[in-house]
């Protein structure tokens, strides 16, 4: 089967840095992405990592290590806006996604 | 660029009757579309792939004479829910991936069977 195993929430403060992991298994694998869900909204896409290593998008940074199924979304410098359902996602074939279960961030002043 | 929209954004409706749901790309055009589910406060579940001219491929555990889906054209599929009950009350979310790596979702359907 497969699977993608994320922390089910995490709490910070405004201006801090939190890292949310995701491990996977699954039968195919081309590349690690991570999406952004607000509350009654749609995914939106913030990266995505096909080889390991690091990818910084602004304040966003995913890593991905293929040799252990791991990767993390790392999120600098954090603001309310940031409060949200994040989910890594792993891209099969035929551009399928499997998701993963989920984590809700929660961003305190 | 890459906007996917989707028609209703919610609908409330009686147990047994059917619901049509429709995913549009706006600026681009999508020879391959995916439907998902989404239940409160979980994860997505790829429901089917819908592709442009032929049926389209339905995951494990999904009925696809419950789920129908037409990709009649290049910007446009549609899923039918037939015969639908109270446990098919869900978040309907449609994509498509105009360039390699990156999926565009729609705003999604909140569905509600009564």
């Known amino acids: 089967g497969q699977s993608l195993e994320q922390p089910s929430e995490v709490t910070a403060v405004e201006g801090a840095i939190v890292q949310i992991n995701c491990t996977y298994q699954t039968s195919g694998f081309y590349g690690l992405s991570w999406y952004q869900q607000h509350d009654g909204g749609a995914p939106t896409f913030l990266s995505y990592n096909a080889l390991d290593g690091l990818e910084e998008t602004g304040r966003f940074s995913s890593f991905l290590s293929r040799s252990d199924s791991y990767g993390y979304l790392l999120l600098q410098e954090l603001q309310m806006k940031d409060s949200a359902s994040y989910f890594c996602a792993v891209k099969g074939g035929f551009q399928k996604l499997v998701f993963g279960t989920g984590t809700r961030l929660l961003v305190s002043p | 660029g890459a906007v996917v929209s989707q028609h209703p954004s919610w609908v409330i409706c009686k147990s047994g009757t059917s619901v049509k749901i429709e995913c549009r790309s706006l600026d681009f055009q999508a020879t391959t579309m995916f439907w998902y589910r989404q239940f409160p406060k979980q994860s997505l579940m790829l429901m089917a792939t819908?592709?442009?001219?032929?049926?389209?491929?339905?995951e494990q555990g999904v009925e696809k004479d419950k789920f129908l889906i037409n990709h009649a054209s290049l910007t446009l599929s549609t899923l039918t829910v037939t015969s639908a009950h109270p446990e098919d009350s869900s978040f309907y979310i449609c994509?498509?991936?105009?360039?390699?790596?990156?999926?565009?979702f729609g705003p999604g359907t909140r569905l509600t069977v009564l």
């Open positions: 994509s498509a991936a105009p360039r390699d790596n990156e999926q565009f």
């Open positions: 819908s592709n442009e001219g032929s049926k389209a491929t339905y």
